[in-house]
């Protein structure tokens, strides 16, 4: 009989079992809290501007026909040419279809929920995946189509404010504004154009990244088999390619960002506004408000760019009510609609890949590959040995 010693302590690996959430737990918390901050905000400048929204609600029921005809035609343009922009980096065969859904549900995610960029790019990578896209390809969609709207978002309101000063004469805050931008532009342009010309940083960014892999692979080992820093050079010679002809990217992104402007600009026509707000400010009124925008902390820059909006509109000379319903017309057209029309995308693709997933799986029967014929089993014939 065996005496078991209660001190013993078996010769086996000890499984640390405590796993670090904290920095988990503190995010998660981090974004409720603002969450809850922005749904409080949020109420309490509803509650207080209702009348103001009220009015500009019952206003927006003067559209007409013809001018709702128009701003959905230019909203599903929008979604698609953005989903084009997507389709063309991805590759040929990534459909249409399938780019505008990578596209929107991502979009879906980013805009509607806080912090939501990195859930947001997870979903795009899913759908991308499914659809045969390796992870060089995505990485180097992902960067061109952000440099590509950054440059656009940039570019825009300092050639509209270009146009805008052959009609006037330039004030210190329209020269000071031409000079933010074209900073930012060249050295943007200079920065990314060393970083993909040089081998020295390629080599150190696939360093970091194999460091960094290896110590996520330590505790999650079947990432063992995967090694992300091999693609960077692929990534960065796909890039390359797409500098060497930078112009149709640009192009068709400034196409997508301009129909988001006309949107706004058919709204507040057809609500009534004239004169008092000409064509080259409106546009450069709409692009500065953009920019502010994106350094938003808001999911989407909601509550900024509607209060930027309509502000900048207002000391343009818009009524207060009829540049609160545009915006809002704008708004719902490109921040609710494409949050709404990403989430049943997103749950076609769902259902139609789990359809996928069970017509691969063969039936049970007698044959596991239908290639091969079933043969009968001889009469009589047993075990051997039986």
């Known amino acids: 009989m065996t005496v078991h010693d209660p001190s013993y302590v078996p010769d086996v690996a000890v499984i640390d079992l405590e796993l670090d959430v904290n920095p988990a737990n503190r995010q998660v918390v981090a974004r409720r809290v603002i969450a809850a901050i922005l749904v409080l905000a949020l109420g309490v400048a509803l509650w207080v501007r209702r009348q103001l929204i009220a ?5 927006m029921s003067r559209l007409s026909v013809v001018a709702l005809s128009l701003l959905l035609t230019l909203t599903v ?5 953005r989903g084009d922009i997507m389709r063309r980096l991805l590759g040929e065969n990534v459909t249409i279809g ?14 509607g929920v806080p912090l939501g960029g990195a859930a947001g790019t997870a979903m795009r990578w899913s759908i991308a995946r499914d659809s045969g896209v390796d992870s060089t390809r995505f990485a180097s969609m992902l960067i061109a189509y952000g440099i590509a709207t950054t440059f656009v978002s940039w570019l825009l309101p300092f050639g509209a404010l270009l146009v805008d000063l052959t009609q006037r004469s330039a004030s210190a805050t329209d020269i000071a504004i031409l000079a ?43 990432l063992d088999a995967h090694d992300p820093a091999a693609s960077v050079a692929g990534v960065r010679h796909e890039l390359l390619e797409i500098a060497r002809r930078p112009l149709p990217l640009l192009g068709r992104t400034l196409l997508a960002q301009l129909c988001g402007s006309v949107i706004l600009l058919v709204a507040l026509r057809s609500l009534g506004v004239g004169a008092e707000l000409g064509t080259t400010e409106f546009f450069r009124v709409f692009f500065i408000t953009h920019l502010i925008g994106t350094f938003a902390p808001t999911p989407g ?31 719902f057209l490109t921040y609710v609609l494409p949050i709404v029309f990403g989430a049943v995308l997103y749950l076609v693709w769902r259902v139609r ?18 290639a091969v014929p079933d043969l009968s089993r001889i009469e009589n014939q047993g075990i051997r040995g039986a």
């Open 180 to 222: 933010v931008i074209a900073v930012v532009v060249t050295a943007s342009a200079v920065f990314w154009m060393v970083v993909l010309r040089s081998e020295r940083l390629e080599g150190w960014a696939a360093s970091r990244i194999r460091t960094m892999w290896s110590k996520l692979a330590g505790k999650i080992t079947s």
């Open 55 to 59: 009015e500009a609600v019952d206003e």
């Open 353 to 370: 890949s789990s359809k996928q997933q069970s017509a691969t799986l063969e039936p049970h029967g007698a044959s596991f590959d239908p």
């Open 98 to 111: 399938r780019a505008v859904t990578i596209h929107d549900v991502g979009t879906a995610v980013s805009k």
């Open 301 to 331: 820059g909601v509550g900024v760019v509607e209060a930027g909006a309509t502000g900048a509109l207002v000391a343009a000379g818009v009524d207060t009510t009829t540049a609160l319903a545009g915006v809002l017309v704008y708004r």
């Open 77 to 81: 343009y929008e979604r698609w040419s």
